[in-house]
């Protein structure tokens, strides 16, 4: 196409006008006291006289309310409005002037979704991690399992922003009922929610077993990248397919 703009252009042009449009005040702040309250919570734990099993306890809170929690809101709130909000307010159109293929635009904003939501999971994390005194292990698995589940999570809520208005709204539901509540039924839901595999990196690492058939680490980030692709694909398909005005 004549005078298209390049993949890598169109990519770093979306990166631009995603974290410019996703980085507010009032997210942020809001993020932010969500993660203290999580470190406050492992410092609590990793101070008791009365835990019996500090690495035992220290993962299950790490996986109940980090990435059962802090890993997907935060992801959520940044991701479902990449190009939600971008296509709500108008803005998207404004790419479609230079003009840009669907793409980079998909891979800008997802990659604009990872480079925000990291900051406010991944110190969050690793603060817990070692506030619950509980070795070196515990520090390391929360680490990779929460870059593993940003990556993931960012593709999913991109795509479903593309997919239906107040995403937010739609993406509290799925966290609660599937990733918080249905995948604790058993392998097979476990293995079809992010959650599964960031726990079985968590499991994997620290030797805790979360009793849900936890994969091996190699496994369990295989499966999560799967996931990603397959997200960020079908939001190239959806985005192709919409109107933009």
């Known amino acids: 196409m004549s005078g298209s703009v390049g993949f890598v252009g169109a990519v770093r042009l979306t990166l631009r006008v995603v974290v410019r449009q996703l980085l507010t005040r009032g997210r942020a702040l809001a993020l932010v006291v969500l993660g203290a309250f999580l470190a406050l919570l492992s410092f609590a734990v990793g101070s008791s006289d009365r835990v019996e099993d500090p690495i035992e306890d220290g993962v299950r809170l790490l996986d109940l309310a980090g990435f059962t929690l802090l890993v997907p809101v935060v992801a ?139 994969l091996s680490l190699m496994s369990g980030i295989a499966g999560a990248l799967i996931i990603t692709m397959t997200a960020l694909v079908l939001a190239v398909v959806r985005l192709g397919a919409m109107e933009i005005d």
């Open 76 to 214: 959520l709130v940044f991701a479902a409005a990449s190009l939600g909000d971008l296509r709500e307010d108008r803005t998207l159109v404004y790419l479609w002037l230079r003009p840009i293929g669907r793409a980079p635009v998909v891979i800008g904003a997802w990659l604009g979704s990872i480079i925000i939501s990291l900051p406010f999971t991944l110190p969050a994390l690793v603060l817990s991690g070692v506030l619950l005194d509980a070795g070196s292990d515990v520090v390391v698995a929360a680490a990779a399992a929460t870059c593993v589940g940003v990556v993931a999570y960012t593709a999913v809520f991109v795509l479903l922003g593309l997919l239906v208005r107040n995403a937010v709204i739609w993406g509290v539901g799925y966290v609660l009922m599937w990733e918080g509540l249905i995948a604790q039924f058993g392998a097979a839901t476990a293995r079809a929610a992010i959650r599964g595999y960031t726990r079985s990196i968590l499991a994997s690492i620290t030797d805790v077993e979360l009793n849900l058939g936890e």
